[in-house]
């Protein structure tokens, strides 16, 4: 996710990823916020709630995606009062995608759209560049989501467990912010489900090191080089 500067393009520096499990989706996002290169949050955010039940993952411009999720929240709430009930979850992503679709040539922002509701169950739905909407079992996105397409499309399967979908989206993310320079800080995940919406932070030392696994060439496993 980036800020603008100047007129610096924004770019996706973030990794977003969605994964759907028997009984909801878990939701999960990196916390870098880049300013051209320099970064300007290492906290962010990047879970926003659209209602109750639905949440949207944010990646390329960070006010771009944040005035799209106010514009969809305060709609969906409308809506919401008017059925007496929370929103459908596919609603709620034609919500998103109409608005990205229909200011295509001034936003920059790639979304996922994750939720449960009583006659779809836990859905995702994806909404790239420009507001197409496309749903599916799991979707990432974000600069970082170069790097990790391979790794989900191999460990994803039909009838995971909630706790197989949570690791899922952790190491996703864990291999993607060891990647990309763009991606980074700690991972906020969320859980959605019939019972409601569980968060989890993960701290940056508690997330997965892969490139320590690799012992460097011409070393003997202490850093030191061998000669």
Do not use: C
């Not at 039940?53 to 008017?82: C, F, K, P, W």
């Amino acid at each position: 996710m980036s800020q603008l500067l100047g007129d610096e393009a924004p770019h996706t520096g973030t990794t977003i990823v969605a994964v759907s499990f028997d009984g909801g989706v878990v939701l999960g996002a990196d916390s870098r916020v880049s300013t051209g290169n320099y970064v300007s949050n290492r906290a962010s955010d990047k879970i926003t709630s659209l209602s109750d039940n639905a949440y949207m993952l944010r990646s390329g411009s960070a006010a771009d995606t944040q005035a799209i999720a106010d514009y969809v929240r305060h709609y969906t709430a409308m809506h919401s009062m008017e059925l007496g009930r929370d929103p459908k979850i596919k609603s709620v992503a034609k919500l998103v995608a109409q608005i990205n679709y229909s200011n295509k040539n001034l936003l920059m922002g790639a979304m996922i759209v994750g939720g449960w509701d009583p006659e779809g169950g836990g859905q995702i739905f994806g909404v790239p560049i420009s507001g197409t909407l496309v749903q599916q079992d799991w979707t990432t996105d974000g600069s970082g989501s170069t790097y990790i397409w391979g790794y989900l499309d191999s460990a994803y399967r039909d009838g995971m467990s909630r706790e197989e979908a949570e690791e899922l989206v952790k190491t996703a993310l864990a291999l993607a912010m060891s990647r990309d320079g763009s991606s980074g800080g700690l991972a906020r995940l969320i859980t959605i489900t019939k019972a409601g919406a569980e968060r989890r932070m993960i701290k940056g030392d508690e997330i997965p090191l892969f490139w320590d696994e690799i012992e460097p060439m011409g070393t003997n496993g202490t850093g030191m080089v061998v000669v």
